[in-house]
């Protein structure tokens, strides 16, 4: 059974704290992928990486950073939390010879107070 | 989400039709997606539709596509409460690996 699985279900940080949410999937795919979901946004895309040590932005990635040094992992770093990250993050995967499916972790709620 | 669109809520009875409709943007895209998040997990590929098919059909599921209205939407026969959940569309960027999904559709699905 195919699985991404992400390091906490639930975390509550303070405002300028490092966060690191961890992300790991066993499927030995290359494209890894991280989302924030909001009420009425949807899920947008933060970064993505399609090898190790390989990154790309997306849509909205300042506040972020990544890292994947070994292929079934993908880390996001928030440098100094604000509370305006406050949110649901998503990791996911995806084989690139199949990329029209992506198999996602259940999910970190972040909370910065 | 802002170049895909839905409406965010959707309630109807048990055992009656859900239909859930999704508007997108980029015509080049290959695929288009109907993603499903229960309570508390992730999302999961639900069913997907090729840009040159016009209809899929998958036991409950119908995903009807009209490209020239760029217009997507789910029908869910027979709808069972355990169907309540968000759905969300996506549509793929130029063919590559990425999505951009949709607002998501709270379905509520009453007794």
């Known amino acids: 059974d195919v699985k991404v699985t992400q390091s906490s279900r639930y975390l509550v940080k303070r405002t300028g704290e490092k966060v690191f949410l961890e992300c790991v999937q066993d499927?030995?795919?290359?494209?890894m992928f991280w989302y924030r979901q909001d009420p009425g946004l949807g899920l947008r895309l933060i970064y993505f990486s399609y090898d190790v040590k390989m990154k790309e932005k997306g849509d909205i990635p300042e506040g972020y950073s990544v890292s994947r040094e070994k292929k079934e992992r993908f880390s996001l770093i928030l440098e100094s939390a604000s509370t305006n990250q406050t949110s649901m993050y998503l990791c996911a995967s995806s084989h690139p010879l199949r990329n029209y499916e992506q198999y996602f972790g259940p999910g970190t709620r972040l909370t910065v107070t | 989400g802002e170049d895909v669109e839905q409406s965010l809520f959707l309630s109807v009875r048990e055992g009656d039709s859900s239909v859930i409709n999704c508007t997108y943007t980029d015509s080049s895209s290959t695929y288009l997606y109907w993603y499903k998040q229960e309570p508390g997990a992730g999302l999961q590929l639900l069913t997907y539709?090729?840009?040159?098919?016009d209809m899929k059909q998958d036991q409950r599921l119908t995903v009807l596509l009209n490209k020239k209205d760029k217009h997507l939407s789910l029908r869910i026969a027979d709808t069972q409460t355990g169907d309540s959940a968000i759905y969300f569309c996506?549509?793929?960027?130029?063919?590559?690996?990425?999505?951009?999904f949709g607002t998501g559709t709270q379905l509520k699905v009453e007794l």
């Open positions: 996506a549509e793929s960027r130029g063919g590559g690996n990425k999505l951009t």
């Open positions: 539709i090729f840009s040159n098919m």
């Open positions: 499927m030995d795919h290359e494209n």
